[in-house]
């Protein structure tokens, strides 16, 4: 499992709506994984969408299917593997708006499993838990890019 938690100074319908558009995601995934979605995306998410995409991981280009598991617009959603490189991938993306009424706490939890058993936990200790780290270290980064500090 990988837990985020990051604030974002804008508002809850903000961070929502740019959560809520997937072509967003290629705008918070490292230039590296070559992210890019199959066909057109859908037009207004909800819960039951699918979205088809590839990454590109060791020079292999591969298909990745998500589908919204959950939607609850503006406090957060789920998106979990239908197909892809994981035995298992769910994401969990929580929205919480800060006390003083500007500004937004974001959870990330992802719960994923490797295939291959013993050799899969063996893949994610020396290998996959570090990518994933360094994707959300750049997920954060671009997301503040995104919503930069306003000034008062």
Not at 106 to 131: C, F, H, I, S, T
Request: hydrophobic fraction near 40%; glycine fraction near 10%.
């Amino acid at each position: 499992m990988l837990e985020r938690t990051q604030h974002i100074g804008a508002t809850t319908a903000e961070v929502f709506e740019f959560f809520s558009e997937p072509r967003n995601l290629a705008r918070i995934t490292p230039p590296s994984l070559g992210f890019r979605i199959h066909g057109d995306p859908p037009p207004q998410m909800h819960e039951g969408v699918r979205i088809e995409y590839r990454i590109k991981w060791l020079g292999l280009s591969l298909a990745w299917v998500s589908r919204i598991s959950d939607w609850r617009p503006g406090v957060g959603f789920q998106d979990a593997q239908e197909r892809g490189p994981y035995r298992s991938w769910v994401h969990t993306h929580s929205f919480e708006e800060d006390g003083g009424g500007f500004g937004v706490t974001m959870r990330d939890r992802v719960e994923y499993a490797l295939p291959l058993g013993v050799l899969g936990r063996v893949a994610n200790a020396l290998v996959v838990r570090k990518q994933l780290e360094k994707i959300f270290d750049y997920r954060y980064r671009a997301i503040l890019e995104c919503f930069p500090v306003k000034s008062v």
